[in-house]
Every structure is written in structure tokens, then in C-alpha cells.
């Protein structure tokens, strides 16, 4: 059996199809914003969501901290869940890149809510205190074990944002995980942000690549921060190929691998070695062992039979099901979890 690779769904590899959509697509100059390709995946990213325009950036990295750049100043204070990507997971990007500061909510599995939001946006009319000058959501929360968001919950949120002029960014890296579950329109979810970043190469299976949507006026600031930031590309459009073709043909299956991590969830909740495991609800499994195994004892065991996870920290283990996986390989990984 080839190695079953289940650490991310970062991991798939561009299909024969992708690819060869990729070498044909037409390219330009995308600094000049002739790039033909490019500019057709930016509207159609952001008219998915009803928004005006699109910034096509090499990484979800990217989209998150080029928005954050484009609302904060050095000093402001950004709203987040303490273990939000844009936080845990972007090297201090925050502080570093923008010179803002955090104000880290306990959200449940990584869902904070409108009510925790509003006790941590600061009195802008006193001096002592920093400016809060954004709030960010996370749907599907990695951290969390790929956990939806409620859209009412959303809702709530962009209500007391609205009242008190606060931008509501998304880092959707997995949005279109939450949206095939919950069936929400997309133009009306689309409508409680600000801006969304969507990663094509997640999920989706682009090899490279994500897409930072919101209005006309603020693509323009984040274009103007893209090229400070370094990420003017050319002839990009041979990789924003590999995008267009996932977001034109990748969302819907994305069901496909929710049932197959709840088949993997199933098996994990039978070993008498897991002590719980996080309700799947899209396509991320963690299993938080017990005193029965290591965390290094089942990803050796694992990797015997040539799976591969991701310790996930403390007693967690991470798997993340993806398109490049077959009924043959899930089939495997449960055999196997429930040999060890
Ligand atoms: C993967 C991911 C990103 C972006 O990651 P890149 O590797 O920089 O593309 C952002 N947010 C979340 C929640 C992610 O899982």
C-alpha cells in the first residue's frame, strides 16, 4: 500500500485534469493586473460570496495578515480566539508585520461568541486603552478539530461589529468545509464579513494559493500591501490555474471526505487506548489518547503501516481526510486503528 498521508489536507497533489488546465491557461503580468486568469479567479471568488473584488496571494498566511495590515495600526488590538491560525499559527505575523496587539478569547472549540466579543472591545474614548480595530473569526476552526460555526452566533457578532464600526474578518481556509454542511448561502454568509480569505490549496486541491475577497476600496489597500508584503507575482496565473479549476469543480465532493473522517472518528471511539475524540464534523479527526498509548506509540504503529498523522499537541493526534485519499486507503487507516 502507498503511504496514506492524513496530516493535512494540504498534502494532495494537482490531478491530471488541474494540471492541465493549468498549462493551458492564458497569462499576463498580474502586477499590471493583466493576468487573465488571475483576474477571472479574483471575480469568480468573489462573486461566490456576492463581494466585489478579489486579491489572489500565495498563501492563507498571506490573506490573513495582509487584512489585519489593511484594518489595524500599529498599537490596535485585533479580536481573535486564543487559538485562531492567524494568532497560533503565522509567526507572531500579527506584532510583527502590523505591530498590533491581541485580545485572545476562550471560544469553545475555538468559536468565540458575540457576547465574549462584546466585553473585550475596548472604550475608544479611553486614553489607557488600546483602539480595538478588528474582530476575527475561524469557520471551520482547525484547532478546534474542524468545528462549524453557528450562523446565528455569526450574526450576533456582526451586529454588535456593525454598531460599534468594527470590520469582521474570515479566515476561511476551510469555509467551504462549513458552508456543504450547513447549506447556507453563500452570498448571505458572505455578507456578515468584511473581508474572507479562502484557501484554494487545502481542501480544494490546488497546489498553490489563496483568495482575500471584500469590497472594491479595501482590495485596492490589500493590493497596495500584497506588493509592500512582497507577493506581487507575475505570470501567476499557471498556478491560479490550479484555483479556479478546484473552486469550479472541488467544493461539492468536500462531502465525501466529511463521511469518510466520520468513518475514521467511528473506529478511534472503539480503541480502548482514546480517551475521547472531537465531534467530526467536517473533515479533520482529532483523538485525544489516554493513559493507554503514547501519542508516539500510535503514530509509529501507524507509520508502520504506512499512515501518516499529526500530533496535534498534548495527548491529541490529527488526522485530516482530502481528496487524494480512496475508499481503499480509509478502509486501511480503520483496519489499522483498530489493530493497534
Ligand atoms: C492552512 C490555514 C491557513 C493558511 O495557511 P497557509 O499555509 O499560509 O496557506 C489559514 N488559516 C487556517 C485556519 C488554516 O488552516
Not at 485562531?84 to 502590523?98: F, R
Not at 499512515?307 to 481528496?323: D, Q
Given at each position: 500500500?502507498e503511504?496514506v498521508d492524513?496530516?493535512?489536507?494540504?498534502?494532495?497533489?494537482?490531478?491530471?485534469?488541474?494540471?492541465e488546465?493549468?498549462?493551458n491557461?492564458?497569462?499576463?503580468?498580474?502586477?499590471f493586473?493583466?493576468?487573465?486568469?488571475?483576474?477571472?479567479?479574483?471575480?469568480y471568488?468573489?462573486?461566490?460570496?456576492g463581494?466585489?473584488?478579489?486579491l489572489?496571494?500565495?498563501s492563507?498566511?498571506?490573506?490573513?495578515?495582509i487584512?489585519?495590515?489593511?484594518?489595524?495600526r500599529?498599537?490596535?488590538?485585533?479580536?481573535?480566539d486564543k487559538?485562531?491560525?492567524?494568532?497560533m499559527y503565522?509567526?507572531?505575523?500579527?506584532?510583527?508585520?502590523?505591530g498590533?496587539?491581541?485580545r485572545?478569547?476562550?471560544?469553545?472549540?475555538?468559536?468565540?461568541t458575540?457576547q465574549?466579543?462584546?466585553?473585550?472591545?475596548?472604550?475608544?474614548s479611553?486614553?489607557?486603552?488600546p483602539l480595538?480595530?478588528?474582530?476575527?473569526?475561524e469557520?471551520?476552526?482547525?484547532?478546534?478539530?474542524?468545528a462549524?460555526y453557528?450562523?446565528d452566533?455569526i450574526?450576533r457578532?456582526?451586529?454588535?461589529?456593525?454598531?460599534e464600526?468594527?470590520?469582521l474578518?474570515?479566515?476561511?481556509?476551510r469555509v467551504?468545509?462549513?458552508?456543504?454542511?450547513?447549506?447556507?448561502?453563500y452570498?448571505?454568509?458572505?455578507?456578515?464579513f468584511?473581508?474572507?480569505?479562502i484557501?484554494?490549496s487545502?481542501?480544494?486541491?490546488?497546489?498553490?494559493?489563496s483568495?482575500?475577497?471584500?469590497?472594491?476600496?479595501?482590495?485596492?489597500?490589500?493590493?497596495r500591501?500584497r506588493?509592500v508584503?512582497?507577493?506581487?507575482?507575475?505570470?501567476?496565473?499557471?498556478i491560479?490555474?490550479?484555483?479556479l479549476f478546484?473552486?469550479?469543480?472541488?467544493?461539492?465532493r468536500?462531502?465525501?471526505d466529511?463521511?469518510?473522517?466520520?468513518?475514521i472518528?467511528?473506529a478511534?471511539k472503539?480503541?480502548?487506548?482514546?480517551?475521547?475524540?472531537?465531534?467530526?464534523q467536517?473533515?479533520?479527526?482529532?483523538?485525544n489518547?489516554?493513559?493507554?498509548?503514547?501519542?508516539?506509540?500510535?503514530l509509529?504503529q501507524l507509520?508502520?503501516n504506512?499512515i501518516?498523522?499529526?500530533?496535534?499537541?498534548?495527548?491529541?493526534?490529527?488526522m485530516?481526510t482530502?481528496?487524494d485519499?480512496?475508499?481503499e486507503?480509509?478502509?486501511?487507516?480503520?483496519?489499522t486503528?483498530?489493530?493497534?
Amino acid at each position: 500500500m502507498e503511504i496514506v498521508d492524513l496530516r493535512s489536507d494540504t498534502v494532495t497533489k494537482p490531478s491530471k485534469e488541474m494540471k492541465e488546465f493549468m498549462i493551458n491557461a492564458p497569462v499576463g503580468d498580474d502586477v499590471f493586473e493583466e493576468d487573465p486568469t488571475i483576474n477571472e479567479l479574483e471575480a469568480y471568488a468573489a462573486k461566490i460570496f456576492g463581494k466585489e473584488a478579489g486579491l489572489y496571494c500565495s498563501s492563507g498566511t498571506q490573506t490573513n495578515q495582509i487584512a489585519i495590515n489593511v484594518y489595524c495600526r500599529p498599537g490596535d488590538e485585533v479580536i481573535c480566539d486564543k487559538d485562531a491560525h492567524i494568532y497560533m499559527y503565522e509567526g507572531g505575523g500579527i506584532a510583527k508585520n502590523s505591530g498590533a496587539s491581541v485580545r485572545l478569547l476562550e471560544g469553545d472549540r475555538g468559536r468565540i461568541t458575540a457576547q465574549q466579543v462584546k466585553s473585550a472591545i475596548m472604550d475608544p474614548s479611553n486614553v489607557h486603552y488600546p483602539l480595538t480595530s478588528l474582530v476575527a473569526l475561524e469557520d471551520t476552526m482547525n484547532r478546534g478539530g474542524g468545528a462549524i460555526y453557528s450562523i446565528d452566533e455569526i450574526k450576533r457578532i456582526q451586529t454588535l461589529c456593525k454598531n460599534e464600526r468594527l470590520p469582521l474578518h474570515l479566515d476561511g481556509a476551510r469555509v467551504f468545509n462549513s458552508l456543504v454542511e450547513t447549506k447556507v448561502d453563500y452570498v448571505e454568509y458572505g455578507n456578515l464579513f468584511n473581508s474572507i480569505s479562502i484557501c484554494l490549496s487545502k481542501g480544494l486541491g490546488a497546489p498553490v494559493g489563496s483568495v482575500l475577497i471584500g469590497s472594491k476600496e479595501f482590495i485596492k489597500k490589500a493590493r497596495r500591501v500584497r506588493k509592500v508584503f512582497g507577493g506581487g507575482m507575475r505570470q501567476a496565473g499557471i498556478i491560479a490555474a490550479g484555483g479556479l479549476f478546484a473552486l469550479k469543480n472541488n467544493i461539492d465532493r468536500l462531502k465525501i471526505d466529511h463521511e469518510r473522517a466520520i468513518a475514521i472518528e467511528s473506529a478511534f471511539k472503539n480503541c480502548s487506548w482514546v480517551e475521547n475524540v472531537l465531534e467530526t464534523q467536517t473533515n479533520i479527526i482529532v483523538a485525544n489518547l489516554n493513559n493507554g498509548k503514547s501519542v508516539e506509540e500510535v503514530l509509529s504503529q501507524l507509520e508502520k503501516n504506512q499512515i501518516l498523522a499529526m500530533p496535534f499537541g498534548g495527548n491529541m493526534i490529527r488526522m485530516v481526510t482530502h481528496l487524494d485519499n480512496t475508499p481503499e486507503q480509509i478502509q486501511h487507516v480503520i483496519n489499522t486503528i483498530q489493530s493497534i
